[in-house]
């Protein structure tokens, strides 16, 4: 498939000529990527496959200390209500590798909780820290950015937590250049060390992955912790990517 046949999110020549200095402190939602994306029938079928009893035997691989703070968070919002973490795991399977998430999706969120007939205004307000935690453990795990856009709330009770699971000591994702890695080892094929992929400005990062069509649940389905937003064998999408 070229290049011009995939429906790629188009960045225009003044977006790629935005200073890499100045970049750290654009919000995406500020940058002219096109129309958001509304989740096509394609999405919605392999959504619901995701949420399927696998046919196979569960793996007997121990969850990570990231997989544990993932349930727990997940728990306690589904308490509430399910609908929002389903919600939130969609879309991080669909987004663009190289895009973070941003404010807007609580905002999003929050419209949505609205049109349920049983809404409850102060249900949203206290679960906003919640989904907030949730959103920045997730983003930080995938970012392929040394920060997140997402505000660091430190008087969350899973801020110490975060500092040692996703964060280093210098206070960047923990996990970004390895994501870098991986995904150029097996989509980019650009040979980058692992230092290498350390030093990339968000700016260049941009630029390697546009036009490339790589989404979330790519990385997922290179990294065990991210195993459950892989999507299923029957999803039968990406024929046009290199197999691994």
């Known amino acids: 498939m070229s290049g011009t046949d995939n429906d790629f999110t188009k960045i225009t020549k003044e977006q790629l000529q935005l200073k890499a200095a100045d970049f750290d402190d654009v919000d995406i939602d500020d940058l002219n990527l096109g129309p958001v994306e509304t989740p096509s029938a394609v999405q919605q079928q392999i959504a619901e496959l995701k949420v399927k009893p696998p046919e196979t035997n569960e793996s007997n691989r121990v969850k990570s200390a990231f997989e544990n703070a993932r349930d727990e968070l997940r728990k306690t919002i589904e308490l509430y209500d399910d609908d929002i973490i389903k919600e939130i795991d969609n879309k991080l399977s669909f987004m663009s590798v190289e895009q973070n998430f941003s404010s807007s999706i609580i905002m999003e969120i929050s419209r949505n909780l609205k049109k349920k007939d049983d809404f409850d205004p102060q249900l949203l307000k206290n679960l906003q820290p919640e989904i907030e935690d949730y959103l920045m453990l997730i983003d930080s795990r995938y970012s ?9 709330n430190k008087d969350s009770r899973y801020y110490e937590l975060f500092r040692r699971l996703i964060w280093d ?7 970004y250049a390895k994501n870098l890695h991986y995904l150029d080892q097996a989509y980019l094929k650009n040979g980058f060390s692992l230092n290498k992929c350390s030093v990339l400005t968000p700016f260049h990062i941009m630029e390697l992955f546009s036009g490339k069509n790589l989404k979330r649940y790519h990385l997922a389905s290179l990294i065990d912790d991210l195993e ?5 064998p029957v999803a039968g999408v990406d024929s046009h990517l290199p197999q691994l």
């Open 144 to 152: 392929l950015y040394k920060e997140s856009i997402l505000n660091r």
């Open 169 to 175: 000591e210098n206070g960047a994702n923990k996990y």
């Open 228 to 232: 459950e937003d892989r999507l299923p």
